[in-house]
């Protein structure tokens, strides 16, 4: 059933979700399919009027930041970039039923949260 895949290819959603894992310091393939499956459900069902790429750049923000942390986040982008995902986070834990709060609990679900992360969350806030 793999060997299918490979012939066919990856999905352009899949695609463009790599480049935006890439490009926010997370290797793809540290990022389980089915996460990745689920963060282009998500971007469908929660998604609003900006394209895919946006889209997938903002969730893609959001997991790495969760993965690897405010500093190590901060070493791979900027900081003015970890602290825009950082008042996320915060918004996301206050307001509960967002998308962005989705890909929180994905993220602690998975096991791909960071330890600094998963302390500063209360799941009765989500």
Known sequence: MFRLFDMLGRSSAVRALDDALRASGVHPLMVPEPVKLTVI???KKWGSDRGQDAAF????AL????????AQFAENNTVEDAERVDTRI??????????????????????LISPEIADRIDLDDL
């Open 41 to 43: 459900q998500l971007n």
């Open 57 to 60: 750049a903002e969730a893609a």
């Open 90 to 111: 915060e918004t996301a834990l206050d307001d509960g039923d967002t998308l962005d709060a989705k890909l929180i609990l994905l993220a602690l679900h998975s096991g």
């Open 63 to 70: 997991l790495a930041y969760c993965m690897l942390g405010q």
